[in-house]
């Protein structure tokens, strides 16, 4: 910076005085981005290995997305840090993620109606033997 100066432009001196001042923004973006991958991978490995131990019927497609969700929040967390406008990308994201956990809710909704059908009709069956067998 003090060569700058003493070249005495003003518009160059502002440029590297906002480079100077980018610099730590910048460090701070690598380090949160390769420190969240690296924890995310780490996590998720373990995640599918309890998974698989388990045998949880489609582990490797669960495993894949929650990964691919963690990259997602990393890169957007170093983009944040590396004072990037991240506006947009939560513009998209918000409504996907609202509709995503929408169709998932309506997907385990249906799956409990249709897998728990026969359970609640043989109780109502019961119940109304109970009760005419009161009467």
Do not use: C
Request: charged letters at 15%; hydrophobic letters at 60%; aromatic letters at 8%.
């Amino acid at each position: 910076m003090a060569a700058v100066n003493v070249l005495n432009i003003p518009m160059f001196t502002s440029l590297m005085h906002q480079v100077v001042l980018y610099i730590p923004h910048l460090i701070l973006g690598i380090v949160v981005l390769v420190a969240g991958l690296i924890v995310a991978d780490f996590v998720m490995d373990k995640i599918g290995e309890q998974l698989t131990a388990k045998e949880v019927e489609f582990a490797d497609t669960i495993t894949s997305v929650l990964r691919a969700i963690f990259y997602l929040v990393v890169i957007v967390f170093a983009l944040d840090q590396l004072l990037l406008e991240t506006t947009i990308i939560y513009t998209f994201l918000v409504p996907l993620v609202w509709g995503l956990a929408a169709g998932i809710a309506i997907a385990i909704g249906i799956y409990l109606g249709w897998g728990t059908k026969d359970i609640v009709a043989e109780h109502i069956k019961e119940k109304l033997k109970e009760e005419k067998t009161e009467e």
